[in-house]
């Protein structure tokens, strides 16, 4: 079992930038691909972007990969997302998930969740 914990999230301006961590537990996560997720108040969770088991391939949204960067650092157990030009429609909890399929957009594919991070993007 893995065990993930967000961090990052914040109150940030428009047009502003944050870097979420997700640190995971256990001595497997180089197996996991990881992905990156949010949910807006009063909507569906929806695909941000994902990393696979070597860091080489990456996937995004179209809303937000021209304007982040997800990276893994297997020796620290961590998988970041470096988001900028922010935006209100940015807002929402950031979860990160991990699973064996690579490239993934569909949270069914990843088997553990962290608790999330809130990003709160003002005008």
């Known amino acids: 079992q893995v065990q993930l914990v967000e961090s990052g999230g914040g109150l940030v301006q428009a047009g502003g930038s944050l870097r979420l961590s997700c640190k995971a537990s256990?001595?497997?996560?180089?197996?996991?691909?990881v992905g990156w997720f949010r949910q807006a108040l009063e909507k569906e969770r929806e695909f941000v972007a994902t990393?696979?088991?070597?860091?080489?391939?990456?996937y995004y949204a179209d809303s937000v990969k021209e304007r982040s960067t997800i990276s893994r650092d297997d020796a620290k157990n961590v998988v970041y997302l470096q988001m900028n030009s922010l935006k209100p429609e940015d807002t929402a909890v950031y979860y990160c998930?991990?699973?064996?399929?690579?490239?993934?957009?569909?949270?069914?594919?990843?088997?553990?969740w962290g608790q999330g991070t809130q990003v709160t993007v003002s005008s």
């Open positions: 998930a991990v699973g064996f399929v690579e490239g993934s957009r569909w949270s069914e594919s990843y088997a553990y």
């Open positions: 256990g001595r497997t996560f180089s197996r996991y691909a």
């Open positions: 990393v696979g088991r070597s860091g080489d391939s990456t």
